[in-house]
Structure formats: C-alpha cells, structure tokens
C-alpha cells in the first residue's frame, strides 16, 4: 500500500512501515522550546533528576517570546534556560536572534527529520518535508532528555491546489481560506499534505506560511514534499548536502482530499476571535484600524516585507494608524536593511523591533488599548492574544497590511495591482 509523506517519515524512524492509526516510538532528530515553555520543561526534568540533552547540537532553547524580557519573572525564566543550556550543551537561541520557527528552519531542520517543539507552530518545518510537530512541555522535556518520543501515524488530507494566484493574493489568503473552509477543528490529529501545481511554484517562505497555520486547523502537521525549492533553499543555509527528496507515493491512502483553484481566490481577512472566522476582502474593508503589525513565523520573512515595502514606498501612513514591524530573525532582518526595505518602512512611520515574536503572544510590545483594532500578519485572533481582552485582531496576508496602514481602514491589495489603462492620445487636428 502506498505511502503518505507522514507515513515514510515516520516508518523511516520506526525503521518498519507504518500506516495511519498505529502508534510508535521513535527517535527524535530536533528538539526546541521557547521562554515560555522552556521552563516548564526544564523544571520537570530537574524533578526527575534527568538535566540532560540527548542530542545537544540538535536541541534548541529559544528566547523569543519575551525577548526582550519585559519583567522581572519573564527575566528568571531566561537566567533558567541559559543555565540548563550551559549544563547540558543544548543551542541556545538568545534575544534577538528571533522566532524558533523560522531559525529552526534556517539553521538546523532537514528533509525527513522528525522535530518535537514546545510549541503549537512547530509544525511550520513541514514546509521542509520534516515531521514537525508541537508537544505539552513535558513530552517534549522527555524527548529531549531521552532523544525519543511516541507518536501515533496520523491519518492525511491531501490539499491540492492548482492554479495561479490572482496578483495581490498569497499564500497566507490560500491557507486562511483552507481554514475557513474546514473549520478551526476540521483537521484535528490529521496530516496537511500540501500538493499541485501551486505549492510546486511556491517560494519556501510561502510554504512556511502554509505549514505553520496548520495547526489552526488542528492539525498535527502540515506537510509539503521536497523538491529543488528545498533543496536551493537548503543550499542557501550552507546545508545543501543534507537534502533529501520525499514524495507521497501515487497510490498514498488519504483520508480525504480536498481541492482549491488558487486563481479563484481572493484576499482573506479573518474576523475577531477565531482564525476560521473567514470573510473575503469585500466584507472587510472599510474597517478602521488602530495598529498594523507585520512579523511572526507566519509572515515575518524577507518576502513578506518586500511586498509590504513595495506597496507603502512613496506613500503615507495614516496618521492614525501604527505600523508595527519585527523582522522573524536576524538574518531577515540583516537582509531586509541590506535591501533597503527597512530604511522605507521607518520613514514611512513604521515601528521596528527585534527579531523575535514581538507583539503577537502579548506580553510585551503593542499591547492594544480598549476597543482597539490590529490587523496583523500572525496566526492567531484569540480574545486578548495581543494583551487586552478588549481588543479586536484581525489576521491577514502582509499585502492587505500595507495597503490598511496606508488607509487606516482595512483595504483590498488587488487595488495595487490593477495596472491603471494608458491614457489614450487624441491625435492632434491638423492646421489647415
Ligand atoms: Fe508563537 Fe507568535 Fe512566536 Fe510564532 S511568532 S512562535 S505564533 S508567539
């Protein structure tokens, strides 16, 4: 019977096939934690007398949450990792180095890996064809200490999508539209395997987004198999020799399949406070907006601030409106000064600030005011996620952000794109 990608991925740990529904103990390539559940997992292992790393070079403790640390409490639990970090030899990932998933992708992942992370994006390294997953602190502090951890083979959902994006449509719009679509609990405990034409076109950093919002369909990981783009891009990381090609086998068994014409769709927007409350554009715009907030694992890479940038050049923000902008990494931000974007984006009146999670989980940088509204680029639309259970979040792709912090208001991006009709010369009369 053929396989999908979860399957060989796992199987190929298990070292025996494996199918849907089986549950297995296998080893563990990568492993991370943030500030926020680092703690957690180190304070469980300290319990048990087990301060130790399997694999230490492949065990990654990030500093990204609240990074800055903004408090007292939040600045212990940072003295807590660096101190497990020095004991037992794990990575550590200081302030300002930026989000775990993006350096976990840039600096340590590989095709066929199976990653655990404290932390429900984890699996965003999907994007590399890795069997990436999060997990509680606990699993996670095990399978750090012992280099294993059990898993049960999800069952998949193929989603193939062809077609070509209508200009000012992204992939944030395919997978916010893909969550709309089957709910917030549609894919609970399943596989994403992403396929077709589309996603074969698609930019690495364009799958990240994919990948990374699959848990906000319950997902358990979103998957996309390797190709050249994985491999250029693991070239461009220096870990060209570590690609691997993966593939589904054609007569994979799917649990269903789901199909979107990518030139059908539209920006999407999703409403407070849920990611699958899901309207088109048309119904958002309009909407006036306190804060823009561009940045996190979902849309903080050097591709989403060259379409932000491109879009606010030349133009004014609202004076209204704040623009908040952090960079995913370091290397993202490094690359956006080189490019100059960050230069345009301060002069157009945007807030910069270190790589790492910025506003998105709360804690620090952008809390909202009562009654405030943000559009961001995150993940995530929680009541009270940026801080303040009075504030309303919408989500959207880094295009409809720009074009919002311009308006103030939410706005279409295909209104950037539509090439205004060349003025047509009347010919002059002759003189007679
Ligand atoms: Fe979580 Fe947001 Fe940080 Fe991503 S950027 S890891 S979603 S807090």
Redesign the pocket.
């Known amino acids: 019977m053929g396989k999908t990608l979860a399957e060989k991925i796992i199987g190929s740990h298990a070292q025996k096939e494996v199918t849907a529904g089986e549950i297995v103990l296998v080893p563990v390539d990568v492993c991370l934690t ?1 500030d ?1 559940t680092g703690p957690l997992a180190i304070r469980q292992l300290q319990k048990i007398n087990l301060e130790k790393a399997a694999n230490p070079k492949k065990t990654v403790l990030f500093l ?2 609240a990074a800055p640390s903004p408090r007292r409490e939040l600045a212990n639990d940072h003295i807590t990792i660096r101190k497990f970090a020095e004991k037992t030899g794990a990575c550590l990932s200081e302030v300002g180095e930026g ?4 350096i976990i992708s840039e600096s340590y992942l590989n095709p066929g890996d199976i990653l655990i992370g404290a ?3 984890t699996c ?1 390294g999907g994007a590399l064809c890795a069997f990436s997953t999060g997990m509680g602190s606990t699993d996670v502090a095990v399978g750090l200490a012992l280099g294993k951890t059990w898993l049960r083979v999800p069952e998949t959902f193929k989603v193939e999508v062809n077609g070509k994006f209508p200009p000012g449509v992204y992939p944030k719009d395919l997978i916010l539209h893909l969550i709309g679509m089957i709910g917030a609990d549609g894919a609970t405990y399943k596989a994403l395997e992403f396929c077709g034409d589309t996603i074969k076109k698609m930019s690495m950093s364009g799958r990240l987004t994919l990948s ?1 919002m699959a848990v906000e369909a319950g997902a358990k990981a979103g998957l996309i198999a390797s190709d050249e783009t994985t491999k250029k891009f693991l070239q461009a990381q220096g870990r060209g020799s570590k690609f691997k090609k993966i593939t589904a086998d054609k007569d994979a068994v799917y649990e269903r399949v789901i199909e979107i014409d990518a030139s059908k769709l539209v920006p999407a927007v999703a409403f407070p406070h849920t990611v699958d409350n899901i309207k088109p554009i048309s119904e958002a715009k309009g909407i006036k907006i306190d804060q823009v907030f561009i ?4 849309n ?1 890479r050097l591709e989403d601030l060259k379409i932000a940038t491109e879009i606010i050049k030349g133009k004014k923000k609202h004076p209204k409106t704040r623009m908040i902008i ?1 960079p ?1 990494s370091k290397a993202v931000f490094l690359d956006a000064i080189k490019a100059g974007y960050i230069k345009t984006l301060v002069e157009f009146g945007a807030t910069i600030m270190a790589p ?3 506003p ?2 709360g804690v620090h940088e952008g809390i909202l005011g009562d009654g405030e509204a943000c559009l961001a680029t ?3 639309n929680f009541k009270g996620r940026m801080g303040n259970t009075e504030g309303f979040i919408y989500l959207a792709s880094p295009a409809t952000a720009a074009v919002t912090a311009i308006k103030g208001e939410i706005a279409d991006p295909r209104g950037f794109f539509t090439k205004k009709k060349p003025v047509k010369k009347t010919a002059k009369k002759k003189k007679r």
């Open positions: 943030q926020g990204d949450h989000v775990c998933h993006q932390d429900s994006h965003t990374n940045g996190t694992c979902t903080g952090v995913a790492g999670c910025g998105c989980v995150m993940n995530r």
